[in-house]
Structure formats: C-alpha cells, structure tokens
C-alpha cells in the first residue's frame, strides 16, 4: 500500500495528505473511496486471519490479531531464512528437545527424530540406524538413550560414518543406562557428548587385556602387565604407558607352581617403569619365573 500518488485530486503535498488552510482558502486533501478502502481492506486481512471478527466498536483488533497464535506460519525445518521465527519453529530447532520416543525394538531413525531424543528398550541386543545426513542442517544434534539390557548398535546411514570425539570412526555400542551425543557435520555424524564418550577422551582411556591401563577423570592411572625373571631373578618392567607425573605403587605376585616373594627394588620405580626381584621361599633365585603387577601413577 502507499499513498494515493496516481490520483491528482487526491490533493498530496510532497506525496503526502495535507489539511485545509483556513486562512488562504487552500482545500485540504481529499481520501479516494478506492484508497480508503483498500487501507481498511488491507487492516480487515489482518484481522480475519488471526480468527477475529471485524467489529466498529473495537479499536485493539490489530494488536490482538498480531499477538494471536493464528496469524504466523510456522516456517519449514531447517530454515535459515529471515523470517520471525514463530516459537513451534523455536521449540523444533533444538533449543529444547523437539521430542521424546521410545523405541522397544530395532528402527531406522529418521529426520523427525533430530533436535529430541530416542530412547530404546529391549532384553536383546537391537540397532539404531542413524537419518542419513543429507539434507540435515549442519550442527543439528540427535541423542541415543539405552534403556535395555540388550546392547544397542548404533549405525550410520548406507555409504555413510560415524566419527567419535578421539577421530576414529565405526558404530557405537551402548550398554544399559549408556547415552550417545551426536551431532551432524558436513559429511557425517560426530559423537560429542555422552556416556560412551567416555570411552574415546583422553581423561577416561584404557586398553584392555592382559597387559593394559585405565585412567580415570582424576588424573589417576592404573596399569597392569607380567614380566618374566632374568638369570639374577630381576624383571625389568616397562609400562605400557608412561605416568604423565609420577609413579606412585605397586603390587607383584609370582605365578608359578610354589611359593616365592616379589620385591620393588627401592628406587627403581620411574614414570616409564620399574625393576622388581624374585626369590624362593628358600632365597634362591633363577631365570624364568613369571610375575603379574599392578601399579599406580597419575
């Protein structure tokens, strides 16, 4: 709408209405009937939209029609246009969850599940497909509830990965009460957060097996390992890791036939390793008695 430029009778003044001069006999500007109502046609839309009946009496209906749930669409998921953004968009975007479901059997998760969470329950191991990728905005996030006893494998869409917070990439495995943060980026999803990501950060990485290590969040460190004795009954022991600060204690136990005692050799004990000694329980020494140990460190 503007003003009723293209009527010369109209009487505009630099584009715009004036009022009468009293004192020069000028007239004042005229209202067109076709531009007064289309300025009222135009207020009526408005209106009629958000639901309302137009009403003479009433002089707040286009507030009320603008602060009314019926008037805004809703824009399409994804979005990144620069419309107002009505709070259904604002509630799907992911500043809150955009839902709940529960899943008690294995499913292929689909574009409606981003921004929420899918929580699953099942007594047998089942799988979680991830949505594919494309045509999800980039940074949206999809979290992962097990809820079950069975062991939940999450996997990436066909030709797509699945890449965890320390760089390697393959499906996740999560156990009962574990939980999976993922987020999409440009060619795949990223695990960010979550108790099984744990499994991948630094403060909270092991290996398992007969030799190996834990760290924990605290900064402590637990390595574990075997050895076997040299001719003078010594074992030098290298630990799978160094202690990052220094190496605190250890326990040793001869694995053997009989009875014999294992000692720390005072000193010895360095953030890369350690020498430990083997006698009998007569004294004696000798080549090729195994040990076990477990030390600590941080």
Request: proline content about 4%; glycine content about 12%; some cysteine.
């Amino acid at each position: 709408m503007d003003y009723p430029k293209s009527v010369p009778s109209a009487g505009l003044v630099d584009g715009k209405f004036v009022d009468e001069d009293l004192l020069t006999g000028k007239p004042g500007s005229l209202i067109p009937a076709s531009w007064g109502n289309g300025v009222t046609q135009e207020l009526l839309t408005v209106i009629q939209s958000a639901g309302l009946t137009p009403s003479e009496a009433a002089n707040n209906q286009l507030l009320s029609a603008l602060r009314s749930n019926n008037l805004f669409v809703t824009a399409p998921q994804f979005n990144q246009g620069k419309a107002v953004a009505t709070t259904e968009f604002v509630a799907r975007a992911g500043l809150q969850f955009s839902g709940f479901v529960s899943y008690p059997a294995s499913t292929v998760l689909t574009v409606a599940n981003v921004g929420g969470v899918a929580s699953f329950a099942s007594a047998t191991p089942i799988t979680a497909t991830l949505p594919s990728i494309n045509g999800i905005a980039h940074a949206s996030t999809l979290h992962v509830i097990n809820a079950g006893n069975g062991v939940l494998t999450i996997n990436p869409a066909a030709n797509e990965q699945i890449e965890t917070c320390n760089g390697t990439f393959g499906a996740l495995k999560l156990g009962l009460g574990d939980s999976a943060c993922l987020i999409k980026l440009a060619s795949q999803w990223r695990l960010y957060a979550g108790s099984i990501s744990d499994r991948y950060a630094t403060a909270h990485s092991g290996v398992y097996g007969n030799v190996g290590y834990q760290r924990f969040a605290s900064g402590n460190i637990e390595q574990w390992g075997v050895g076997t004795t040299d001719a003078k009954g010594e074992v030098d022991v290298i630990f799978p890791i160094s202690f990052p600060t220094a190496f605190s204690s250890l326990v040793a136990t001869h694995a053997g036939g009989d009875g014999a005692m294992v000692i720390l050799i005072a000193g010895s004990g360095k953030q890369q390793g350690c020498k430990l000694k083997v006698r009998d329980f007569g004294g004696s020494i000798a080549a090729g008695w195994g040990i076990n140990y477990f030390a600590k460190g941080y």
